[in-house]
């Protein structure tokens, strides 16, 4: 009896312990990724906008998200009735200011962090929340209510539509939430018929996935909706937001996109350093010019860009190109390298360039030039020069090697301002015109001229004596 009472008494105690440690296993897996509350503090949501743009680009003044809320059903019961008694979830708005981003922070819930490696400024803010306009009474009863969310294309202040080629790309991503309800129970435990949401969880739908959680999705596809939730934490990354994600991007271009309107960027020539040679202004110099579209752009670009010389005349000579399109134009593709030709006082402009394109330029190596480049962008403060450390060398940018110009070079916002202008300096050239690397051949031809007349002389003096 006592043996069969202690191997009873062990098999409870087994079991305690496991039912203890399955517990102890199940808190954390209930606490994350579920929002929880209480009767006197229900669960909280909320959506997180998250706004990309290339580095240097303006803000819009104003941008409206909205987000609609679609009802499937309560636990298992996804018929029209059952769907008629769930309560309408207003749509949920999030508005981004230029003006409120000089004071982002977690006063306002916005977050703005810029990647230098990918040149994108990611503005994140946080939605109220998503309940806040449905009162507590609206639930009919105890049951898990499930809505799925998406947002409403539309809202990014785009004032320069057209030429500008300004454009926004809208999150498709999906999400489920499910509002798990409860009933609050007075101090006997018993119903009163009063409801408050206790869980809130939401479920990344995996055909409509946003961006953001394309190489990194959640197990289970489960994300926080917690507000100031998300799991890699703090206020200082990207952080301590809700996990229910919806990335947008947008876009814009300087320049106007006719050859008459405004300038993206311009690549100019012009010959410096002692020359007399009137033949230098004629001498053509090669580039090689490169364009890559900013990521958040996402269909393929081609630029367009057109010669003009010192008197603003468009040029369409073959000896500056040898592929124009239509009217003297010069395309593009983004990615593509474009081979042309500049002498004295030309320049290639570029009417259209989106903000935060990557600029590669270079000038093929010449052996009577040293080259020199003066770079100013519309984000910098003054013009900065490039000089080669020696004639016949190809030079320009990106470059590692002194003077170093590693970049990427990104466009920044700014009209008529963006310019490369390159300053060929000539070397070795005299006042009568001749170049001092030709000097120890004239010289030598000297010596054999004045080495010849003598000979003459010689035999001149010599047949003359003779004859005498």
């Known amino acids: ?27 954390p897996a209930l606490a994350y990724p579920w929002s929880v509350g209480d009767k006197d503090t229900p669960a909280p949501s909320a959506i997180t906008k998250k706004f990309d743009m290339p580095i240097g680009t303006i803000v819009p003044s104003t941008s409206t998200f909205t987000f609609t809320y679609t009802k499937e059903g309560i636990g298992t019961k996804t018929d029209e009735t059952t769907k008629g008694t769930m309560p309408d979830i207003p749509a949920t708005t999030i508005t981004i200011t230029a003006a409120e981003l000089a004071a982002a922070g977690p006063a306002n819930k916005t977050l703005i962090i810029e990647d230098k490696t990918t040149n994108i400024k990611s503005i994140f803010k946080e939605s109220d929340d998503i309940l806040k306009n449905v009162p507590a009474n609206k639930w009919p009863g105890a049951g898990v ?61 995996e055909e409509f ?25 703090s206020y200082t990354t ?50 090689k010019v490169t364009v890559i579209q900013p990521s958040v752009v996402d269909t393929d670009q081609t630029y367009k860009a057109y010669i003009f010389n010192a008197a603003d005349e468009k040029v369409t000579a073959s000896e500056n190109y040898g592929a124009y399109e ?3 134009l010069i395309s593009f593709p983004s990615g593509s390298q474009r081979t042309f030709n500049l002498k004295d006082g030309e320049r290639l402009v570029f009417i259209d360039l989106h903000v935060g394109a990557t600029v590669i330029v270079s000038e093929t190596a010449n052996v009577l030039y040293r080259p020199k480049y003066e770079r100013s962008f519309a984000n910098e403060t003054a013009t900065t020069a490039f000089t080669a450390p020696a004639a016949n060398t190809t030079w320009g940018f990106p470059r590692t090697e002194a003077p170093a110009d590693a970049g990427p070079h990104y466009l920044p916002e700014g009209k008529n301002v963006n310019k490369v202008d390159y300053i060929n300096i000539r070397i070795n050239a005299t006042p009568m015109g001749l170049d ?16 010849l007349v003598g000979y003459a002389l010689v035999k001149i003096r010599k047949r003359t004596h003779d004859d005498v």
């Open 238 to 287: 990207k952080e301590g937001f809700s996990g229910i994600i919806f990335t947008n991007r947008y876009w814009r271009s300087d320049g106007d996109g006719t050859e008459t309107g405004d300038t993206a960027l311009e690549i100019t020539k012009a010959l410096g350093g002692s020359d007399t040679d009137p033949a230098r202004f004629n001498r053509y110099f090669e580039f």
């Open 209 to 233: 996935t946003d961006e953001y959680y394309e190489e990194d999705q959640p197990a289970d596809g489960k994300v926080d909706p917690t507000p100031g939730s998300s799991t890699v934490t």
């Open 145 to 205: 209510y499930t809505y799925t969310v998406r947002e409403t294309e539309g809202g990014v202040t785009m004032p320069n539509t057209g030429a500008t080629k300004e454009g926004a790309f809208y999150s498709p991503a999906r999400y489920k939430i499910e509002f798990w309800v409860e009933e609050v129970e007075d101090a006997q435990g018993q119903g009163t018929g009063v409801y408050f949401v206790r869980f809130v969880n939401a479920i990344i739908i």
């Open 1 to 27: 009896m006592t043996r069969t009472r202690n191997t009873t008494i062990k098999l409870i105690t087994a079991f305690a312990m496991i039912m203890a440690l399955s517990l102890s296993l199940a808190i």
């Open 436 to 451: 001092v690397d030709e000097l120890p051949y004239i010289v030598l031809i000297g010596l054999a001229v004045v080495s």
């Open 326 to 328: 239509a009217g003297g």
